[in-house]
């Protein structure tokens, strides 16, 4: 991936891993569209940086999305990389009968975005020199976390879609992922000071260095998540679950 000089959409850009990454990418030299739900998270997260443009993105609605992508597009001709990183998580319960409202809605956000997304701007990269398409899994996508079944059901999924998505645009638009561990962020309650989990700046200086990589890997993947995602490799899968749901 090239690491000057592009246009980027980021969503989830307002906070979080979103917001940090869309900050580290305008200092290297890149044009960056964040996008999400609050125009205020938006304005906050741009404010002081000229080339961060704040766009409202509604991840959850079909025909919001195309509508969106055809904005982007007619405003920023030169978008060539789309960073897919919006996402909620929910803990469950599935032990037992409930109710599925959060499993819904963390399938339509986590997968089904991506994915409506992608579709909407792939005919666009394609025609893009140096396009590239980012998508945010997660190491939970390799081992789960047993009470948030859905969320490592939809990062699994993407992970799958991302690798399928590589192959059929091979040439055309580079496909990378991006597989966090636990981050310091407020993507659940109380995370973003929870010991133990990685302090967000930490993890985006090593994004960072990856994505800057020549070649960029096809997987971005810092050390601490080696642990999960190379657990079934390394044959010690069944161990890592048992310790990943000790905590």
Not at 6 to 23: K, R, V
Not at 91 to 96: H, V, Y
Not at 133 to 152: C, D, H, K, M
Not at 197 to 202: F, I, Q, R, T, V
């Amino acid at each position: 991936m090239k690491s000057t000089g592009n246009t980027i959409l980021i969503t989830g850009g307002g906070s979080g891993i979103g917001e940090a990454l869309a900050h580290r990418l305008h200092d290297l030299g890149n044009t960056v569209i964040i996008a999400g739900r609050r125009q205020d998270v938006l304005q906050q997260a741009a404010a002081g940086r000229a080339n961060i443009v704040p766009v409202q993105f509604d991840a959850d609605n079909a025909d919001a999305i195309d509508a969106f992508a055809r904005q982007v597009v007619a405003d920023h001709p030169a978008l060539n990389v789309l960073i897919n990183n919006a996402g909620i998580m929910r803990f469950e319960d599935a032990s037992k009968r409930r109710d599925l409202t959060d499993a819904e809605a963390t399938i339509t956000t986590n997968l089904l975005g991506p994915i409506r997304l992608i579709n909407a701007l792939t005919d666009h990269l394609r025609q893009q020199a140096d396009a590239a398409i980012i998508n945010t899994t997660s190491g939970l996508a390799f081992v789960p976390l047993l009470v948030t079944p859905t969320y490592n059901a939809t990062k699994a999924a993407l992970h799958s879609y991302t690798v399928a998505l590589r192959e059929v645009l091979k040439g055309a638009v580079e496909v990378i992922e991006l597989a966090p561990p636990a981050v310091q962020t407020d993507l659940t309650p109380g995370q973003a000071t929870r010991e133990g989990y990685l302090p967000l700046a930490d993890y985006i200086d090593e994004v960072i260095t990856l994505l800057t990589a020549s070649p960029t890997p096809a997987e971005v993947l810092v050390q601490r998540v080696l642990f999960l995602r190379n657990a079934e490799k390394e044959n010690r899968y069944e161990q890592t679950l048992a310790t990943l749901n000790s905590h």
